[in-house]
């Protein structure tokens, strides 16, 4: 029963990959165009919606973060960390952060 079945689909898998028209129609979403339909428009940059800050708080030390609109990032201030914000997406990836300040030991050595 199982191979027939597999039989059976192997043909469809192998078929074409898009959908016909009449399916397409039917695999969508009410409200939701088809990628022919979003491909027409121009790319629209994707931006950070600062309400989010509501709900984000940095993986590392669960505080806070700051939206810096001129770099496009997410602040820890306590721990001198940025989080990249990508096609309107925050990369939280401890990894992916960056150091926006040295250590206090550094900061105190220039300053002397």
């Known amino acids: 029963m199982l ?3 597999c039989r059976r689909l192997v043909p469809a898998l ?3 990959r898009t959908p016909s028209a009449v399916a397409g129609r039917y695999l969508l979403a009410p409200g939701v165009r088809s990628f022919a339909d979003q491909s027409d428009r121009a790319e629209e ?3 950070f919606h600062p309400a ?3 709900f984000l708080v940095c993986p590392l030390s669960k505080k806070p973060l700051r939206y810096e609109a001129s770099t496009n990032e997410l602040i820890n201030e306590e721990l001198g960390i940025a989080y990249p914000i990508i096609d309107g997406i925050p990369n939280m990836i401890p990894q992916a ?3 926006i300040r040295q250590n ?3 900061e105190e ?3 002397h």
């Open 97 to 99: 952060a960056r150091t």
């Open 14 to 16: 192998r078929g074409p």
């Open 45 to 47: 940059p994707r931006t």
């Open 3 to 5: 191979s027939a079945t």
């Open 52 to 54: 989010l800050l509501r």
């Open 109 to 111: 050595v220039e300053q």
């Open 104 to 106: 206090k030991k550094q």
